[in-house]
């Protein structure tokens, strides 16, 4: 029975360690011709350096939790947290049709995220791949 509790734990904890960052306003637009092109309605990752090139003057939402984000977020993002009841609602001003970035942490509320928009509408969803981690990794500027 000791033995069950353990294992019970320590998949407890290994699943809370597992747990990635899911956690603006609106910028001014600029033409898709700048967005590389997938398909409507998926969802592509993009390395901090195409995240970087391809979000100037586009929507940028930090999915982290108002107190992450105030740790430090990417210039220009708005911060709508992936852990609040109404995720999706907080979305309702915001264009399907307009490309739309976001990231998190380390990447994994961000595909979990990236997916609930494409499968509410949403166009064009890019992924910063690694999060805001991955972003300050390549020497990126983060804001306070």
Do not use: H
Not at 31 to 59: C, H, M, R, W, Y
Not at 120 to 138: E, P, S, T
């Amino acid at each position: 029975m000791k033995l069950f509790f353990k294992i019970a734990i320590l998949l407890f904890i290994t699943s809370v360690i597992n747990v990635g960052c899911e956690s603006n306003q609106q910028s001014n637009k600029v033409s898709d011709s700048s967005v590389s092109q997938i398909k409507q309605g998926e969802v592509q990752a993009l390395t901090p350096s195409e995240f970087k090139e391809k979000s100037v003057n586009q929507t940028i939402i930090d999915i982290r939790t108002p107190y992450e984000f105030k740790q430090g977020y990417i210039k220009g993002a708005v911060n709508i947290n992936y852990y609040s009841r109404n995720f999706l609602e907080n979305f309702t001003n915001y264009d399907k049709n307009t490309p739309i970035f976001v990231y998190c942490r380390s990447g994994s509320r961000t595909s979990s995220a990236a997916k609930k928009l494409a499968k509410a509408g949403f166009q064009k969803v890019y992924d910063l791949r690694g999060g805001i981690m991955n972003w300050a990794r390549n020497n990126n500027q983060i804001e306070k």
